[in-house]
């Protein structure tokens, strides 16, 4: 920007100078590493953070191995109002599998779901979501349950956006991916989701191989099955990947503590207080949906990523908060 | 080598044309992707795998991003004899911790173990050795432990080899693993062994970061310690990555099914056979310990790395058995 405004104050009577700006400025602007958000305190503080730990004269550069950023999944890298995509997808498999379980007819919560009834549904809490999430995502194989999911992502859409729920993901944070590993940044999904349920569209949407995916999981059970060794997915919950799960998760699969977290919901307080406080540059994200018409607006009192402690603590926390309506440029790709 | 011998036979009384089939030679010799691997069947198995899923006009062509490899540690990458590494750092935590466990004087294992009475150690069997393993890889933090692990691999000789333990691992295994990365494959350790005691050394010794090291856990809790948030480590057993428990280790972790997997013992069968179940190209190698001079020979009896029903059951399944004595020029860096 400084060099556009110096070429412009010089001499214009100089066509050739003229011209030789408007390149320079074109180009800067073609360079911008994050063409769909706004200038603004959010993204001043990622490209100082980046620059700072990539800048090898910088006394807080960073081994490019120790560039992990984590992101959570719901509500950061794509929609999750007015319902987890997730347990929107388990709601359709209890209607899609009903035929062979008559005994849903009397079981709760699955009686009232069947029966269009949302807001006992909703009474029931999330023991009766995780009993439902639990029923639909078991007793098959591993194989069989990436098929189902893929198929469903694949064909369902968002009410709202008229767009495939797998395809209501945040352009910024395609731009922020992107700008990440072209600086040398390894970046994971850290999620409360279903590990399993993202894997299968992580590489596609956001250039994160399912390797990079951690998340809850149910327990699975090697068998031989037809013949065939196979991995046979188990009615058990096995690890909740959410609040202080988050760190552990963190700790398990990466094995580094991330010097960049983004979340959105007090749920990702921890993840973000783990990263934040190791040594040296670190930056801690959430992203305030703000935005009515393009999105949604929801924090304190939403019945999904609630977002509450966090705006209270981000001042003195040093935390950023990412305001959707003001710093997004664009939301959807 | 068919063109060094075509050059050969060539017109030698040409010194220009002499000299350049040398060249030519000497660059082929050069150019041997797995020079501490002497030619023979598993050689060959390998380097036929390795082209043929990384040859565009193959039908076995594999995706880079699906080029998975998985290794054992104890045994496959390092030396697992005569007791397996991580279980004689306990045994050394145990002497280090005991002055703060005055209860393990009165208390089995732990009493015969500071009494040096290693038979009643041993017959403490798998049970003991567990308990010896969660009292003394709990109780700290992550970073503490880490430090722990570094501080003991960093200064610890194996009797036999007047190595570092840490030192003892098999540069035929280098090669390979190089060899593979060139080749577009994304290298992992699948091990027994706990996580957090390979990763400090897996990137040094292997060239594999912590994020891919896939093994056995104990449960870790995140709290504010001190005003700092860390990770505690639990004394409760998470989850066994040994067994039928490496294929879902492998599912959580790594999200595709590999297509090499290299084990030693009858632990690594299930893995192997996951990986095998595959469709296209795939390959399952064990490496068998034959060479009691350079290292040790061990198999169907051993109380460590038991080979003897996949021994039995690899012709049939199209298994390749490495032989360490023969197909091995070098053992150790």
Redesign the interface.
Known sequence: MKLCNRAKSGSLASGFIGIFALFLCSVSYAADPLPSWNDGTAKEAILYFVNAVTDKNSKDFVEP?ER?AVFDHDGTLWVEYPMYTQILFAFDRVKKLAPQHPEWKTTQPFKALLEGDMKTVGESGMKGLMEIVVATHSGMT?AEFEQEASQWLATTKHPKFDRLYSECIYQPQLDLLAYLRANGF?TFIVSGGG??FM?PIS?KNYGI?????VGS?GV???Q?KDG????IRMPKI?FVNDK?????GI??????RPILAFGNSDSDM?MI??TM?GEGQRVGLFLHHTDADREYAYDRKSHVGTLDKALDQAGASGWIIVDMKNDWKAVFP
Do not use: C
């Not at 065939?228 to 991995?231: E, I, N, Q, S, V």
């Not at 202080?244 to 552990?248: E, I, M, R, T, Y």
């Not at 700790?251 to 580094?256: F, L, N, P, Q």
């Open positions: 191995a992990i591993a390894k590990i399993q894997r590489e191989p399912p390797e990079q995916v999981s699975s059970d090697f031989v065939k060794p196979a991995l096995g202080a799960g988050k760190p552990v700790y398990e699969h990466i094995g580094r921890q207080e783990y406080a």
